[in-house]
């Protein structure tokens, strides 16, 4: 049977056919005629094809569930077959002309198309039949590429060019380009070079020398073709690696030789080049800059026809523009505005693509002693404004739409330029960006910018420029910013104008009116143009005269009277009790240079304003100033961040607590994440923190490390690890220890500091917790409040106060964050320390009121209890200074001594401010301890969203990178260990399963594919560095599980794992256990008799059904396994004073204690939907 009668269903109706598209009927029955007309057998072929071809490749495609479509392989085949076979090249073009017109006239995509003209690949086969349908699908391939692209394809072989020649003679219009491409082609061994390109290259510069346009010398081909040549040479590839961008091509033979001949006929010579440069792929790779600066060399000062430099560069070739520069540079006496060439080079210098436009400086400058040759001053300055105007971008749509933006305003560079001209005519200045973009944007992405104009905060939107327009009308200052076009570009629906934006007054814009009119891409900006006073000089002779009354620009204008900072001395500085002071401190701290050092006659002038306030002074009013001023985010902004740079470096004159501590608060602000963005300015925190290193100060270490154990932002603890190793080299300390030492104290003395004002006095001091004042009036009553006196007398002192407080009070607060940190870091202490660091000091006592600590010396325990050392038996505790303390931990302990203090907790009802008695713990058995990876964490699915928020929280990492791996890992600096919860993490899925646990030495964070994890024994790690660490990833697995989630449960992959959890097959974990000894304890204290336990669950009896809920999940169902979804409230709860639990974070203990009173008394429920359940 004939198979491309089969194929189509010639014979035997009831074959099975495939849905073929017309065009591929149209090709094979030409093929059919060819193959007859060539006496080819169609047999023959339909053997070979299915025995060499098509069997293999359902073989292959079986492997990944795929059925190739029989005609999309078959059909090109039998061509590529075809033409393989006919030694006619000329027979060859006319069937594949007539294939081309077929598919053209189909009017197929150009996937479709390759179907026929671009082979699949056979490298993977061998046999007679594929070496023949290589040959052919090169052939193809090789007719598209010289029909369609003027070029043969990389694919052709060229021991086969005693085939190519003709065939290329007969088809290709650009010959010559061909064959220099095939002679400088350098593969000799495989491809030895044929003898006659040479002269098949010579053959075609004649022919193209009888077009007048192009005169080309056969012998500078051949040289320049050398050049080509050498540059797929070895040689110069090894003078490229060793140069880079510095070779001296003069030193070169090949390009020297062409230089030299090419003195006195620059212009042949550059004919040649630019032929063949303006041919990209002709380049070998790494050749193009040498092939520039030898063009520019030839170049050099020489003079050059104006006719033939119009003819070389009227294509527009962009990467020829610095050759076109230097040429109409060396001509430029010879030309004028209206020139056909000067309007060539501007074109090429203000072109735009697709509604962009990248101008460069240096070729545009080019221009400006041809426009100053202009005669009428307006025009010539309309024409300036090209080269030195602020250039702005219009767009326009299809249905009339037409927005205008300033061009290239990165950073608002473009818009500070534009309002230091408006400063000519009134004060306005930009305060601040509004948009979250903060400092990497450019002005097609600033949403909003803050200004302030006379005294009066506005805000500039997208579309400022019309804005600003109505500003300067408002004032009635008769002037206007107006757009002039110069070039434009369109892409798809809309048509983009690039122009200059000039401040014209009314008479100015009359003339552009009159030049340019008022229609295109800035129709709307111009329609917005109004002019409320028309009698205004124009800006150029304003400038020069600077009339009185009009704002002038002053680079080494003082601080009172800059518009810069005018807004913030009356918002911030005139606030201050010692402003005239810091009018003087302002002068001198906005000429910061902002650089990593300061100038020492800079910092020596500060010192001395400083030292007159005095400066304990200074710094408490800096330390409100900033406070406040803080809460903006202009500091963050240009001139503002110079500014503030100053101040900063003012608290390294006499730095103390106090100082230390405003170089904190611009840290941590400076680092606080902005979403999507980054930290709103790592450069700015980390000259802060490098100038808190400078200072040597060990409160300054303090300051490092509050702020270290506070962030949960992964990059600026690492900026704040590399600070702190690069301060404690200066130390002897322990680096925990130095932490503990530098905490700073405030000037508490005996755990309270009392400041003077006036007749009063204030105390502060901590209670329960909380940092508390109090007002001592003179005749020694107390009183909460600030004394009416007080805050009229001593208002600015009152504000600096308040600002200190709360300074105080947000290191006191940061300082619970130390707390874990003690286990997780496995601290000990010496008694004597302990007592000097932590007991004692001030702000760390309020943190350990309650916790109970280990004796290691003496094997035995003590809590604090209101600064008292006791046992559990309430006996008081003595210490010796050797005595090795550490803070207490269950894993520790065994079970008795465990149950010891939870008694104790209960019977005096202490609420711990960090989880301690009644905390989770995860000890290792001895066989597990044994082993270097624990699947006690797997099989979980857990939320990858949710779990990258809770992780990250807990300062783990687990972030979307481009990682050959991913899961949640946590660096443990101070022991060297990484510790990993390895899942099988994807990022196209919504949950991940997770797998073992390991420990590595070192920093593993950086996971890759090659990883090799030295990994450690349980073992060598600290017991409750290891339970704590656990304790992590069971919060991860109790807030992230897609258990949680019904809706992601229901899914088919998850429902056994859903089934499971719901079961309680999941959630006995320590959690669980801790719920359970609370509710041991609690249910009789409220009433609940009829309880027990069973595994993980806690089953309680009422009247209609009896009941079970999960310790671990909260969940609710009745004993038949019934799942109930109560959702009780918990707030009579937590407003019980009968009952204090001794943990106040766990909400699921809560809704546990809840449901358990809900059940016991289910004969009171009254919702029938729920009886039915209960029944």
């Not at 033409?83 to 027979?91: G, T, V």
């Not at 390009?255 to 070998?284: C, H, R, V, W």
């Not at 290193?693 to 932002?713: D, H, P, S, V, W």
């Not at 964070?1005 to 304790?1031: G, Q, W």
Request: contains cysteine.
């Amino acid at each position: 049977m004939d198979i491309l009668k089969r194929l189509f269903g010639r014979e035997e109706k009831n074959t099975p056919q495939e849905d073929i598209p017309t065009h591929v009927t149209k090709i094979t029955d030409q093929i059919i005629d060819w193959f007859k007309a060539d006496n080819l057998s169609v047999a023959d072929f339909q053997k070979l094809f299915e025995e060499e071809y098509w069997k293999p490749l359902l073989i292959r495609t079986a492997e990944h569930s795929y059925k190739p479509p029989f005609h999309e392989h078959f059909v090109p085949s039998v061509l590529y077959f075809l033409i393989a076979s006919s030694d006619s090249h000329q027979k060859n073009i006319e069937r594949l002309a007539i294939i081309s017109s077929i598919l053209k006239n189909a009017d197929l995509s150009e996937y479709e198309k390759d179907n026929f003209f671009i082979s699949f690949r056979y490298s993977e086969d061998t046999g007679d039949l594929i070496e023949k349908l290589k040959k052919g699908a090169t052939i193809v391939n090789d007719y598209r590429n010289l029909e369609e692209k003027n070029r043969l394809s990389v694919y052709a072989l060229k021991r086969d060019l005693d085939y190519y020649i003709p065939f290329i003679k007969a088809l290709s219009t650009n010959r010559l380009y061909i064959f220099s491409k095939l002679y400088i082609d350098r593969d000799d061994k495989e491809y030895p070079r044929m003898e006659d390109i040479p002269a098949l290259i010579k053959e075609e510069v004649d022919l193209l020398n009888q077009n007048k346009d192009v005169m080309l010398d056969y012998d500078i081909v051949m040289d320049f073709l050398q050049i080509l040549n050498y540059g797929n040479t070895k040689e110069w590839d090894a003078v490229y690696e060793s140069k880079k961008r510095k070779t001296d091509i003069s030193l070169i033979p090949v390009f020297k030789s062409f230089m030299d001949k090419a003195k006195g006929n620059e212009q042949q010579y550059l004919t040649i080049a630019f032929y063949f440069m303006q041919k990209s792929d002709m380049i070998p790779y790494r050749l193009n800059k040498a092939l520039d600066q030898m063009v520019l060399e030839i170049i050099n000062n020489n003079r050059f026809d104006k006719e033939w430099v119009y003819n070389q560069f009227k294509l527009k070739n962009e990467a020829f523009n610095p050759f076109f520069g230097q040429i109409v540079n060396n001509i430029n006496d010879e030309l004028h505005v209206g020139d056909k060439l000067v309007t060539l080079y501007e074109e090429c210098c203000f072109e735009g693509r697709d509604g962009h436009w990248r101008l460069d400086k240096k070729l545009i400058a080019i221009l400006e002693n041809i426009y100053q040759k202009v005669e009428d001053e307006h025009v010539r300055d309309l024409y300036l404004q090209r080269i030195y105007g602020i250039k702005v971008i219009g767009s326009r749509s299809s249905s009339g739409y037409d927005f205008t933006r300033i061009d290239s305003d990165e950073k608002l560079e473009k818009t500070k330029e534009l309002f230091a001209e408006l400063n000519y005519i009134l004060p306005i200045t930009i305060k601040n960006i509004l948009n979250k973009g903060y400092y990497s944007v450019d002005g097609d992405n600033v949403d909003r910018a803050l200004i302030v104009c006379e005294g009066q905060e506005m805000t500039l939107t997208d579309e400022r420029l019309d804005e600003l327009n109505r500003i300067l009308d408002s004032k009635r200052t008769g002037y206007q910013l107006v757009p002039i076009p110069i070039s434009e570009s369109s892409v798809n629906y809309y048509t983009y104008t690039l122009g200059t934006l000039t401040l014209c007054n009314y008479e100015d814009y009359t003339f552009i009116q009159s030049m340019y009119g008022t229609s295109g891409a800035f129709r709307s900006m111009y329609s917005n143009i109004n002019y409320s006073k028309k009698d205004t000089i124009p800006l150029k002779l304003l400038k020069n005269t600077k009339p009185a009354g009009l704002a002038e620009l002053d680079t080494d204008i003082g601080f009172v009277s800059s518009t810069d900072w005018q807004w913030f001395k009356d918002s911030y500085i005139d606030k201050l009790s010692s402003k005239e002071k810091w009018y003087e401190v302002m002068d001198i701290a906005i000429q910061c240079s902002g650089t990593k050092t300061a100038n020492k006659k800079w910092l020596a002038e500060l010192s001395s304003l400083i030292d007159n306030f005095p400066s304990e002074k200074y710094y408490q009013e800096l330390q409100a100033l900033l406070a406040e001023s803080l809460k903006e985010d202009f500091w963050f902004f240009d001139t503002y961040e110079k500014g503030l740079k100053g101040l900063l470096w003012s608290c390294t004159i006499h730095p103390s607590e106090l100082s230390l501590n405003i170089l904190r608060l611009v840290i941590e602000k400076a680092y606080t994440k902005v979403s999507g963005i980054g930290p709103k300015s790592a450069a700015l925190g980390n000259f802060a923190i490098n100038l808190l290193i400078g200072t040597q100060k060990e409160e300054a270490f303090g300051m490092l490390n509050i702020m270290r154990n506070k962030t949960k932002y992964n990059r600026f603890a690492v900026a704040l690890d590399k600070a702190i190793d690069k301060f404690k080299e200066t130390s002897d300390l322990p680096e925990q220890l130095l932490a503990d030492k530098t905490i700073p104290r405030f000037d508490f003395v005996n755990n309270e500091r009392i400041v003077t004002l006036g007749d009063y006095s204030l105390q502060l001091y901590f209670e329960k917790g909380k940092l508390q004042k109090k007002w001592i009036t003179p005749e020694g009553k107390s009183q909460s409040s600030t004394p009416a006196t007080l805050s009229e007398e001593y208002e600015s002192q009152i504000k600096e106060l308040n600002s200190e407080i709360k300074q105080i009070n947000q290191v006191y607060k940061d300082l619970s964050k130390r707390i874990r940190t003690y286990w997780l870091y496995d601290r000990s202490w010496s008694a004597a320390d302990w007592k000097r660091f932590i007991l004692d000091h001030p702000l760390i006592n309020p943190h350990i009121q309650n916790l109970v600590w280990m004796n290691i010396t003496k094997g035995n325990d003590f809590i604090i209890a209101d600064d008292k050392l006791l046992t559990a038996d309430g006996k008081e505790y003595t210490l010796n200074d050797s005595d090795t303390i550490v803070l207490w931990h269950p894993v520790l302990n065994r079970i008795e001594n465990i149950k010891k203090w939870q008694d104790y907790v209960w019977k005096h009802k202490i609420v711990q401010s960090e989880r301690q008695i009644f905390r989770e713990y995860y000890p290792f058995s001895p066989s597990e301890k044994e082993m270097t990876d624990s699947p006690r964490f797997a099989n979980h699915f857990l939320e990858v969203n949710k779990l990258m928020a809770i992780a990250n929280g807990q300062r783990w990492i687990f972030t979307y990178v481009h990682e050959g791996y991913n899961w949640p890992r946590i660096y443990i600096k101070q022991l060297d260990i990484t510790f990993h919860l390895k899942s099988d993490y994807s990022r196209n899925e919504f949950a991940m399963p997770t797998q073992e646990i390991f420990v590595t030495r070192g920093n593993t964070t950086k996971i890759e594919y090659t990883n090799k994890f030295d990994k450690m024994k349980f073992v060598e790690i600290p017991a409750v560095v290891l339970s704590e660490l656990c304790r992590d990833i069971d919060l991860f697995i109790a807030t992230t599980t897609v258990a949680n989630n019904p809706e992601l449960a229901r899914r088919q992959i998850y429902q056994s794992y859903y089934q499971s959890y719901e079961k309680g097959l999941f959630s006995e974990n320590a959690t669980a256990k801790v719920r359970h000894d609370i509710l041991e304890k609690v249910l009789p204290a409220m009433g609940v008799s009829s309880f027990s336990f069973e595994g993980n669950f806690l089953l309680v009896d009422g009247t209609c059904n009896s009941y079970k809920i999960n310790l671990g999940s909260g969940f609710a169902q009745t004993q038949s396994g019934k799942h109930l979804n109560l959702l009780p409230s918990v707030d009579n709860i937590k407003k019980n004073k009968k009952v204090i639990l001794p943990i106040e974070d766990d909400d699921i203990l809560y809704l546990i204690i809840a449901k358990t009173i809900f059940l016991v008394n289910d004969n009171e429920i009254t919702d029938e939907k729920l009886q039915q359940l209960l029944d």
